[in-house]
């Protein structure tokens, strides 16, 4: 059965797309529930990055097309997808800890949005990307789209969403679509350490860093929130620490307060 696999590896907090079959295509149900799986490693004192990924050779095909007839087939169940789809981008995006998306294979439709709701992308050198909405009809969600111009803006963005085209793992790259690509058999390896290296920083400081930069995105709960995520990380006994590691030159011991 299609669902989503979640399970932790060395404070990374894995939601893993499983519908293998079907290159991983999304189903509804596996959209509304992974925002309860971005709740859950939020929960977990153990988790410090919260990490996307695809059962198997692919991350995410899109939506499994099968649910079109039955989920889609109505402007009204169009609107349900919408909003599942909303609640998935406030959930990643609104993450109190990073998110990061580990991409091979296939990563189309509401994949690849899911992907650019994280933080930061990881890419195989074999992945492949594309917004395929104008090929059968769809109009994209506005907060995918909009997503999508905050982070390659409106011209980029016109051209992947009218076109239809699919990307290779560089044309990714230098657009700004993932942020780092990996040869195909290192990508675990080398997300692993990254996943390791964001983990190592103070929590206070990280969540200062997601929010300022939400903010500077015009993110209006996180310009409310972001000076007193600053303030915090400033008084905190992590800034303290920070700084004895740093003149003791040791690796700092963070607790998140």
């Not at 899109?62 to 169940?77: P, Q, Y």
């Not at 997601?210 to 008084?235: F, M, N, P, T, Y």
């Amino acid at each position: 059965m299609p669902g989503l696999n979640a399970r932790r590896e060395q404070g990374v907090g894995w939601i893993e797309f499983s519908n293998p079959a079907k290159h991983n295509a999304l189903t509804y149900d596996m959209l509304i529930g992974l925002p309860e799986a971005v709740a859950r490693w939020e929960r977990d004192p153990q988790v410090t990055v919260i990490a996307l990924r695809g059962d198997g050779e692919h991350f995410a095909s899109g939506i499994d097309v099968t649910e079109f007839f039955s989920r889609r087939g109505s402007s009204g169940a169009s609107v349900n997808y919408d909003r599942a789809m909303l609640h998935v981008h406030r959930a990643l995006v609104g993450a109190r800890k990073p998110t990061l998306a580990c991409v091979r294979g296939a990563c189309f439709g509401a994949g690849l949005s899911a992907a650019l709701f994280c933080d930061m992308r990881v890419s195989s050198d074999r992945a492949e990307f594309s917004q395929q909405v104008t090929k059968i009809g769809l109009a994209l969600s506005y907060v995918s789209t909009r997503r999508m111009v905050d982070l390659l803006g409106p011209a980029t963005t016109a051209d992947l969403l009218l076109t239809s085209r699919r990307l290779g793992a560089e044309q990714a790259l230098a657009i700004g679509l993932v942020d780092r690509v990996m040869p195909d058999d290192v990508l675990e390896s080398a997300f692993a350490a990254l996943a390791s290296e964001i983990g190592e920083g103070a929590p206070l400081s990280i969540l200062a860093a997601k929010l300022s930069i939400r903010a500077a995105c015009g993110d209006e709960q996180a310009l409310r929130e972001v000076q007193a995520a600053i303030d915090a990380s400033h008084a905190s006994e992590d800034y303290l620490e920070g700084r004895r590691a740093f003149a003791q030159k040791r690796k700092p011991q963070f607790r998140g307060r």
